[in-house]
């Protein structure tokens, strides 16, 4: 069964670094585009990365120069290295994956990861 796995959260002081990981399991990687979303208490989920399946990647602007998105086609894994973080970037961090090619799950969400930025 498809499934998307988050990990790697946890809490950091302002400044420091976290590398957020998304097994992708049971998916065929390159067919998928696969984002980044975060969600603070009190507000909306929003777009924070993505990965294209043609390998295009974009950010929002909030992270632009602090986070880099990759992924690992071979072992089904997308990660999200945040840097720089700052107590606004404190949500619990969500990835997706939508489907552009071939067949299998047309969109998927992980359960999602805490990121806490404190000091």
């Known amino acids: 069964q498809a499934r998307l796995v988050e990990s790697g959260g946890g809490l950091v002081q302002p400044g420091g670094s976290l590398r957020l990981s998304c097994a992708a399991g049971?998916?065929?990687?390159?067919?998928?585009?696969v984002s980044w979303h975060r969600q603070a208490p009190g507000k909306e989920r929003e777009f924070v990365a993505i990965f294209t399946a043609d390998r295009r990647t974009n950010y929002a602007n909030s992270v632009k120069g602090r986070f880099i998105i990759s992924r690992d086609n071979v072992n089904k894994v997308v990660y999200l290295q945040m840097n720089k973080l700052k107590p606004d970037d404190t949500a619990v961090y969500y990835c997706k994956a939508d489907r552009q090619y071939g067949s299998g799950p047309a969109s998927s969400w992980g359960q999602g990861t805490q990121v806490t930025v404190s000091a």
């Open positions: 049971g998916f065929t990687l390159p067919w998928y585009d």
